[in-house]
């Protein structure tokens, strides 16, 4: 049953009482505390393993002052907000003098999103009368995959009250299931805005608001710990590959005796809520005894099942998950960029063992 009033109200009391709580959005599960709080923002970094020098996302009510966070709010920055908030968008803006040090890991920026997942929204407007600032990365240890279930954060980090989170606030599974697109503002004059991490809102969509063209990231960028090249990744090693070499590496790595598992697109497979919750429901044992996810081909409902597959899929211990590279057009972008880092940290893993 997801979280209601009472639950919503008294995880309001804790985090304005400096404890991190869990909370749901529209894309991931957040680690939250209060923004303004810099002993529970500092409480997030340890709870996480994160290093200090990654910045933090502050969530923000849809009418919150944002001048609390930003000294400017650029007429683009406007445009977005107009468009995409509530959503899963994330804008880096120039931070303002008041803000800690300790959410933007010593930057002089600030990442401010306004989520639409409806318990998100009704915590943000009774925390601090709608003024406060909820900061929360996701609710996972340092470069795990993101969690989109209540269920995957207590798998990461305990039930409440028994570890670093005091409560807990089940809002079933995210909608959107990877995690916002990133756009930096901060250097509009020299760059433009600038994509920093894809998700579900497609550059085109961004563009056609903007009336511009999004530049890419470049070093001179401003740190996003998501960005680095190995990140959002299961224990088990990983890799990505087209489908006809998908099936005959399976064939060839269990002559080797290798145990493999695989996520393979699948026209048709209609990914429901309940089908995600469920993990492993979707999976099959195929006739050479190997294990296949089929994954939905609308690659929303791919991104909404992503993270819960591959927890399930990392919890049988196997040797090897192969992963069916995804269609490489803009509608796959978030997730091509998701994939591409979980499978970073196995890279010749498939080299040396076909060898
Ligand atoms: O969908 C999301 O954005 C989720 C939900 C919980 O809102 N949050 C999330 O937080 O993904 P996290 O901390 O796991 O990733 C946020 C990213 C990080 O890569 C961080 O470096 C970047 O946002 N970020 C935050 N503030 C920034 C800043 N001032 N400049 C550049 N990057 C920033
Ligand atoms: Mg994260």
Redesign the pocket.
Known sequence: MTAGPDAIAQAVRLLEEGKLVAIP?E??Y?LAADADNPAAVAAIFSAKGRPSN????V?VARDADLSHWAIEIPPVAQQLIAAFWPG?L?L?LKRAPGVDDVI?GG?D???V?C?SHPIAQALLKLFRGGQGGIA???ANRFGRV?PTTAQHVIDEFGSPGSGPIAAVLEGGPCEVGI??T?I?LTRLDTQGPVL??PGQISVQQLEQVLGCQLATADHAA??????LDAHYAPRTPLALIERQALVDTMATLKAKHRQVLSLVIDKEVVQTKALQAEGLQSESLDREGVFTTHMPSDPQAYAQALYAKLRALDQVGADLILVEQPPKTAAWQGINDRLQRAAFDSAGVLERWLA
């Open positions: 959005t894309t991931v957040g990654h910045p933090l996302i969530h899963p994330t880096i933007t930057q920026s600030i990442g999103r989520p929360a990365p996701s993101s995690e916002s990133i930096d920093l991490r401003p740190r996003v710990s998501g960005s």
